[in-house]
């Protein structure tokens, strides 16, 4: 079945996924996973002026990113294309390879995902074939309204394990991104997903090189759980909303599906990630940011 007939076609989870969702104690009461994106989507990506994603180097690792451009840089031309012009900064891009995206307004809390791969890149940007689409809730998600200001590159700074300033930014936190990406023998149904984890600061346990990162009640998709299951390689997003920095870190996860009261306040289970690497892009986020307010869901949440 296609949109254009009028039906409606939805996606099945992978196998990972279900043996996630078995693990946690229940799965979705509902799942609208299209192979398409409908217009409401389409033109919810049309309005963003900047889109998190996940792509996946050269090692396999997935890596967490976020692009940025003027309201418009994205559109979608058909229900299964997205468009997204202008320079473009992630590791990975690649014709043909997987992508994960994730439209999220501050603003508002609304999120959208659209899952596929690159079709096409040329000098103006690149063009992305939609396999999967499907919205989120608003839980957890801090609300913040963004000014585009001018900044200037600098080189981008590597380090192993975690810096003193990536610890500070990390516990500071009450935002941050997570890329995953399923194991090939997930099929068609598989592939790279970004996804978006909120909290109280402090809600990121930090012990030494590893962070210990609560998981909360939420959409019971599983959709990073799944995909961590069968391949724990993770790469993670970190924003300093004050200077623009981005904080990108890689790592492997390992899911502690019953803590025993371990962790904050509103934990279902755990997810420790040991970080091998990371790289800091100072300035990189082109917008100042006034904080607005926490979500309600988060406020009912712990810290470490």
Sequence with gaps: MSPQDGSEEFLAFHGDELAAQALGGAGPKSARMRPFMPDQHREFFAGLPYLFVATMDEQGWPVASVLSGQPGFVQSPDPVTLRIDGGYDAEGLAAGRNIGLLGLDLTNRRRNRANGYVSAIDERGLTVRVAQSFGNCAQYIQTRQPTAVARAAVPVERFDGLDDAARALVHAADTFFVASRSRAEAGPDGGLDMSHRGGRPGFVGIDGNTLAIPDFRGNRFYNTLGNLLGEPRAGLLFIDFATGDLLQLQGHAEIDWMPGGVGPEGA?????????????????????WAFGDYAPTTLRTGVW
């Design 268 to 288: 279902e289970r755990l997810w420790r990630v040991n970080i091998e690497r990371g790289w800091r892009r100072r300035g990189a986020f082109p917008f100042a």
